[in-house]
């Protein structure tokens, strides 16, 4: 089994006995104790830092801004400029509705009509999304930025900023470092793609072709 699968099938665990005791159990979700949040901040803090620190960087999806996943196709400039200008788009218009989606939890947030168990069940939730879209539909591929697969991914290591983002509004030690942490994941990946956008796209990158994939991959028909 794939270590996105265990990843997927853990943060549904996670998500589905949240759901329970937050709905069944809402007392008991008051008095858990630190160490028990302690405990998860520091495995999402070791997860970031799998991608954004080079050496720890494995697989070409959040790796590919690394030279090291870069193998030079015979290409078109002009054809590669095309394409990144249609995905900057695309993109700009995905974050923009995710901006308006963490204004709305706000807005929600700061009139009481949620709290800050709620921004942790929202974060909890976002976290089994990620791995939902990884390993059965994903609506970044199907709508809104519509690469072919988690390899061409234009946005693959957003992930960590997508599912923190809404800790802005618990401002303590651990929300926020997990949030700071996701925004470098995200600036990283970014400043890399504006630097060095061949990486990121089949037309210049071999590796990231469906012909070379060593992935276990939904989308990968040959296999």
Same mark, same amino acid.
């Given at each position: 089994? *794939?270590?996105?699968?265990?990843?997927?099938?853990?943060?549904?665990?996670?998500?589905?006995?949240?759901?329970?005791?937050?709905?069944?159990?809402?007392?008991?979700?008051?008095?858990?104790?630190?160490?028990?949040?302690?405990?998860?901040?520091?495995?999402?803090? /070791?997860?970031?830092?799998?991608?954004?620190?080079?050496?720890?960087?494995?697989?070409?999806?959040?790796?590919?801004?690394?030279?090291?996943?870069?193998?030079?196709?015979?290409?078109?400039?002009?054809?590669?400029?095309?394409?990144?200008?249609?995905?900057?788009?695309?993109?700009?218009?995905?974050?923009?509705?995710?901006?308006?989606?963490?204004? *709305? %939890?706000?807005?929600?947030?700061?009139?009481?009509?949620?709290?800050?168990?709620? %921004?942790?069940?929202?974060?909890?939730?976002?976290?089994? %999304?990620?791995?939902?879209?990884?390993?059965?539909?994903?609506?970044?591929?199907?709508?809104? /930025?519509?690469?072919?697969?988690?390899?061409?991914?234009?946005?693959? @290591?957003?992930?960590? #900023?997508?599912?923190?983002?809404?800790?802005?509004?618990?401002?303590?030690?651990?929300?926020?470092?997990?949030?700071?942490?996701? /925004?470098?994941?995200?600036?990283?990946?970014?400043?890399?793609?504006?630097?060095?956008?061949?990486?990121?796209?089949? %037309?210049?990158?071999?590796?990231?072709?469906?012909?070379?994939?060593?992935?276990?991959?939904? #989308? @990968?028909?040959?296999?």
């Amino acid at each position: 089994m *794939g270590y996105s699968k265990i990843k997927y099938i853990f943060s549904g665990i996670l998500m589905l006995v949240s759901l329970v005791l937050f709905f069944f159990f809402y007392d008991f979700v008051l008095t858990i104790p630190e160490w028990v949040y302690n405990i998860f901040w520091l495995l999402f803090v /070791i997860d970031i830092l799998t991608v954004t620190i080079p050496r720890f960087a494995k697989h070409s999806p959040s790796g590919k801004y690394l030279k090291k996943f870069f193998k030079e196709a015979d290409y078109s400039k002009e054809k590669l400029f095309e394409y990144v200008k249609t995905m900057n788009v695309r993109t700009v218009i995905t974050f923009s509705l995710y901006m308006l989606f963490l204004l *709305g %939890i706000g807005v929600l947030y700061y009139l009481s009509f949620i709290n800050r168990y709620h %921004i942790i069940l929202l974060v909890i939730v976002l976290n089994f %999304i990620d791995y939902f879209s990884i390993n059965t539909w994903c609506i970044f591929h199907k709508v809104l /930025i519509r690469n072919r697969c988690c390899n061409t991914c234009r946005i693959y @290591n957003w992930d960590h #900023f997508l599912k923190f983002a809404p800790f802005v509004f618990i401002p303590e030690f651990k929300t926020w470092s997990l949030l700071f942490l996701g /925004i470098i994941a995200l600036v990283q990946w970014e400043l890399s793609y504006a630097i060095h956008p061949e990486r990121f796209i089949d %037309i210049s990158n071999e590796n990231l072709r469906c012909s070379n994939c060593e992935h276990d991959c939904r #989308f @990968n028909e040959a296999k």
